[in-house]
């Protein structure tokens, strides 16, 4: 089982406006290295509501490349890769629209959702990250977006030993969704979302 998770911060309320990026890679269903990017948020500002909860500013990205300057360093993380992440509607769209913002072509790459999957497997209260974290006692320094892309691979990884499957195309199957899809042919998407029952 090999996969990546991502998770982007943002600076403000435009979607593209990636300031903090974490990766974490699992080879063979185990978790290899992790990694962490600073990026000069396109538009370059900071609100406020942003900085509150993650931490970052304008002194920590104001000398560093864009998104799109370090794309060619960054895109082997997604292209022909399966990808998760914790709200992975939220960091799918981030991706594409960073990536239409830039005028860059879509990789191809799979995705799959831990928090969709954790809602379909465990019954707690709530299944934003920390408290899936919490469930399984994986340490997480919430919104620092390698500890976060840390702690959804670690979930992943849990989820398939919760279901004694091999793979997360397998897991997401057997929990009733289909895999999201990015498509740089027709720069498409495709969501990961549950599968209609037939009447």
């Not at 954790?118 to 340490?139: D, K, M, T, W, Y």
Request: with cysteine.
């Amino acid at each position: 089982m090999n996969f990546i998770a991502i998770d982007f911060e943002t600076a403000n309320s435009n979607r593209g406006s990636i300031c903090s990026m974490g990766v974490a890679v699992v080879q063979q269903g185990v978790l290899v290295g992790t990694d962490h990017f600073y990026i000069k948020p396109t538009p370059n500002f900071y609100d406020f509501r942003n900085v509150i909860i993650h931490g970052i500013d304008d002194s920590k990205t104001r000398n560093l490349p864009t998104f799109a300057q370090q794309w060619g360093n960054l895109r082997k993380y997604f292209n022909n890769q399966t990808i998760i992440a914790h709200n992975a509607a939220f960091d799918c769209s981030v991706l594409r629209f960073t990536l239409d913002q830039a005028q860059l072509p879509y990789p191809d790459l799979d995705y799959h959702c831990t928090y969709r999957l954790a809602q379909a497997s465990l019954p707690l209260r709530s299944h934003r990250l920390n408290e899936v974290s919490r469930h399984f006692n994986i340490g997480l320094k919430h919104h620092d977006a390698e500890s976060d892309a840390r702690a959804s691979a670690l979930i992943a990884i849990k989820l398939c030993e919760r279901h004694r499957v091999s793979s997360l195309n397998e897991l997401s199957a057997g929990l009733g969704f289909k895999v999201g899809k990015i498509m740089s042919e027709t720069q498409g998407y495709k969501p990961f979302a549950k599968v209609k029952k037939s009447k």
